[in-house]
């Protein structure tokens, strides 16, 4: 699009668009292909949003990285230059899970920045050093109290993929990829052999992951090898200024997230200016899936109007 390095999938409304959103999935095997994204790029569209979902390698390959950061904003340019489908100029970005975090990232870099009107931000996290916590021991703190609460074990091996890679033992990448792949594939799964003859980078990932005493967490992150930690600290927004950031905010949580605590998108609220952002808790919302029986449709249907109100607004 307008020459810029651009892959993904266009979704145009028939009576023309009103409004421009750039939608980023979270960590799916199948990418922008997801039958729920699609469904949702689909609803968007019918909304009159023309709808960008950038095909995002790291996203299929459930390699979330610092680098996707780079990939959104030039999703977020490309679709922004399209005056046939931006009529403002500006666009919104909607995203799911991890993603959040490199979506804010992306919107913070400035030449980005005035391009982005809004964020839609799904289950989200704030502090990714919390997230890791609770998806490694369930633990989580509400207003300084500790919670606990079974967490996805999907979250924890999502982790462990993402980042099999970043390792400098060539031996110890390709066995944490298979033992997470493993784990994915069935929770139940005995790993003990693979990780037995992991090196010492290695271990130090699986004892991070398989740990379920919060207090050890600060120590075993600290462990972790220095690759991995950076990336932490490249997508933790708990310790960026978020000042510069101009985009409003609408935060969906599922109060029965059991991969990221809805606390993160209530830290995550409270870490910006009054007013900035909206956040709605619904029962009934498994990260970002929605469970027979949703109890909250309510809190939902403000957030689309929410939503369809960004579409309209003109500054």
């Not at 421009?20 to 609803?43: H, M, N, S, W, Y």
């Not at 391009?115 to 300084?144: C, E």
């Not at 994915?184 to 980078?201: F, I, K, N, R, Y």
Request: charged share 25%.
């Amino acid at each position: 699009m307008n020459g810029r390095p651009c892959r993904g999938d266009l979704y145009v409304p028939g009576d023309g668009p009103l409004g421009a959103l750039v939608l980023i999935p979270g960590a799916a095997p199948e990418g922008k292909d997801d039958p729920r994204l699609v469904a949702f790029a689909l609803t968007l569209a019918r909304a009159r949003f023309a709808v960008l979902v950038p095909e995002l390698a790291g996203m299929r390959s459930q390699r979330l990285g610092a680098e996707d950061i780079g990939a959104v904003a030039d999703a977020v340019t490309c679709l922004a230059a399209r005056t046939d489908l931006a009529p403002t100029g500006r666009v919104g970005i909607a995203a799911f899970s991890y993603a959040v975090g490199p979506a804010i990232l992306a919107a913070l870099q400035p030449e980005v920045g005035q391009r982005v009107s809004f964020i839609l931000a799904v289950g989200g996290y704030y502090r990714l050093r919390d997230a890791l916590t609770f998806f490694t021991t369930g633990w989580y703190r509400d207003q300084g109290v500790w919670r606990h609460r079974v967490p996805n074990e999907y979250g924890t091996w999502f982790f462990v993929r993402a980042n099999a890679r970043r390792l400098k033992d060539p031996q110890d990448g390709p066995l944490l990829a298979e033992i997470a792949r493993q784990k994915m594939t069935s929770p139940a799964a005995d790993v003990a052999d693979l990780a037995a003859q992991l090196g010492p980078e290695g271990r130090r990932v699986y004892a991070f992951v398989t740990n379920s005493d919060p207090s050890r967490v600060p120590e075993l992150l600290a462990g972790l090898p220095a690759a991995v930690r950076a990336d932490i600290a490249a997508l933790d927004l708990a310790d960026r200024d978020l000042s510069p950031l101009r985009a409003r905010l609408i935060l969906v949580h599922g109060l029965d997230d059991d991969i990221i605590p809805y606390t993160e998108s209530v830290a995550l609220a409270e870490a910006l200016p009054s007013g900035q952002a909206s956040l709605f808790l619904v029962k009934g919302l498994l990260h970002v899936d929605l469970v027979p029986g949703l109890r909250d449709g309510w809190k939902l249907w403000r957030a689309s109007v929410a939503l369809l109100r960004e579409r309209d607004r003109r500054k």
